[in-house]
């Protein structure tokens, strides 16, 4: 089975990102709590240090942890992957 790109690695307490690697809490509470700050931080992106980007990444660290969140966010990418295949054969006809 091919390795996933973007992963929450437990035995390292890492967050894989493609090529990038961002380190994590191990603690469930930890990452629950790193999550919703991330979340919280991306809504107020307006500021000039936070930014919308952190609302992804917050889902992912949450998405670990928390099954809700976990759909949530494995429909958005399944939805986002069929969206685009669909353009992708447009354009070529």
Not at 53 to 62: E, F, H, K, Y
Request: aromatic share 10%; hydrophobic share 40%.
């Amino acid at each position: 089975m091919p390795e996933r790109r973007y992963r929450l690695d437990q035995a390292r307490g890492r967050l894989v990102l493609g090529r990038f690697e961002i380190p994590v809490p191990r603690s469930r509470a930890g990452r629950i709590a790193t999550g919703t700050a991330l979340v919280g931080g991306g809504v107020l992106g307006f500021l000039p240090i936070l930014g919308f980007w952190m609302v992804p990444l917050g889902l992912v660290v949450l998405s670990h942890d928390l099954s809700f969140v976990r759909r949530r966010r494995r429909r958005a990418a399944v939805w986002w992957y069929r969206r685009n295949s669909r353009r992708g054969s447009d354009r070529e006809m």
